[in-house]
């Protein structure tokens, strides 16, 4: 479809959700000059924070993706907006979706931003920024696993009917997604305590996409 602005794609490892992920980035039906990944830090606190890499090019296995530099400098130039090199070291929620986004599209400039840990004031911040710097030639990917459950994610609400309980938990929040209620979304997280990795891209691109409704 040549109507699709943004997507929501899944990071685990391609043995798990790469099928998922493909068939997001199989929809898109043209070309972008610009991508915007937003993915969440697995391992760096960061509190209100963004951070986007000081940095011309990311290699991948299927060569070399240029970084949109002046979008990324226009960024920098809010607070919330940082350039901290260890929240992007070993930090696979926006690498792996690279290779497809690649294959896909072929040539466009990305703008690699991984999330901290952020309230929601900064999140409709973030939200308003963005809105303010795309264009139609822009595409942004919110990276975001839902339930993790299990004692390895301290995460166990119930014992009894898992799949369909999971099933349910992720698809309450995903009604929150379906209207673009990044407000609804977060406090549902709170209230449920849903391991929803990527909550906060996924919020900021609510945000964002809001702002001309």
Do not use: W
């Not at 309450?172 to 909550?199: M, N, P, V, W």
């Amino acid at each position: 479809r040549e109507d699709i602005i943004a997507l929501v794609l899944p990071h685990a490892g391609y043995a798990y959700s790469g099928p998922t992920a493909a068939y997001g980035i199989k929809s898109l039906g043209r070309d972008y000059r610009r991508v915007i990944v937003i993915g969440p830090t697995h391992r760096l606190p960061m509190e209100d924070t963004f951070s986007v890499p000081r940095a011309t090019h990311y290699e991948t296995p299927l060569e070399e993706v240029p970084l949109d530099v002046e979008f990324i400098a226009k960024l920098l130039a809010y607070p919330l907006f940082q350039s901290i090199p260890a929240a992007h070291q070993q930090e696979h929620s926006v690498q792996i979706e690279l290779p497809l986004l690649q294959h896909k599209l072929g040539d466009f400039k990305l703008v690699p931003i991984v999330a901290g840990q952020c309230s929601r004031e900064i999140v409709a911040q973030a939200g308003r920024i963005l809105a303010g710097l795309i264009d139609a030639d822009t595409l942004v990917v919110a990276s975001s696993d839902f339930t993790h459950y299990g004692p390895q994610y301290r995460y166990v609400p119930f014992r009894e009917s898992i799949p369909e309980n999971i099933r349910k938990l992720d698809m309450d929040a995903f009604e929150h997604i379906r209207k673009l209620d990044a407000a609804g979304l977060l406090s549902y997280r709170d209230r449920t305590q849903a391991t929803i990795c990527g909550c906060v891209p996924v919020a900021v691109l609510l945000d964002m996409l809001g702002q001309g409704t």
